[in-house]
């Protein structure tokens, strides 16, 4: 098993618990969704049904880079949620309050991004340093 496809389960399976609970715990998120989304219920169980369903296309070829793109862009759509989730410094059931869990929790959100890219199969970023110019543009999209 090659480190991608171990990140690539790891994932899926962090993403699908977290689905699970999402839409099993609902209200348990409501307090940290920003004022400013509209329907916040709604939101937290769109969220867990989209945490849901990219864990299951991350593990599917046809879908899987597709998957990574759209879970690197649910990452950065749930950050407000979790800057609200710190910075205010909401009790959620189950999670630590304090900033030893909050602060890296911040920064590991852009990590979260590049482990659905890479994990994907989207990105060799930063693996892969050599210029493709001299390749032909069909067989660069090819790849898996």
């Not at 949620?81 to 205010?88: D, G, L, R, S, V």
Request: proline share 8%; hydrophobic share 55%; with cysteine.
């Amino acid at each position: 098993m090659t480190a991608r496809t171990a990140m690539r389960w790891l994932m899926a399976l962090f993403y699908f618990a977290a689905g699970v609970v999402h839409l099993a715990a609902t209200d348990a998120f409501l307090p940290i969704i920003p004022d400013w989304v509209p329907f916040p219920r709604e939101v937290v169980l769109v969220t867990g049904v989209c945490e849901i369903a990219g864990a299951l296309a991350l593990l599917s070829t046809g879908l899987r880079k597709l998957a990574g793109i759209m879970l690197a862009l649910y990452a950065l759509c749930v950050f407000p949620a979790n800057i609200k989730h710190a910075f205010e410094a909401i009790p959620v059931p189950g999670l630590p309050s304090s900033w030893w869990y909050h602060g890296p929790r911040l920064i590991a959100q852009p990590i979260l991004v590049w482990w659905a890219l890479f994990a994907s199969g989207t990105t060799d970023w930063p693996w892969r340093h050599t210029r493709r110019a001299d390749i032909p543009l069909a067989s660069t999209l090819d790849r898996d």
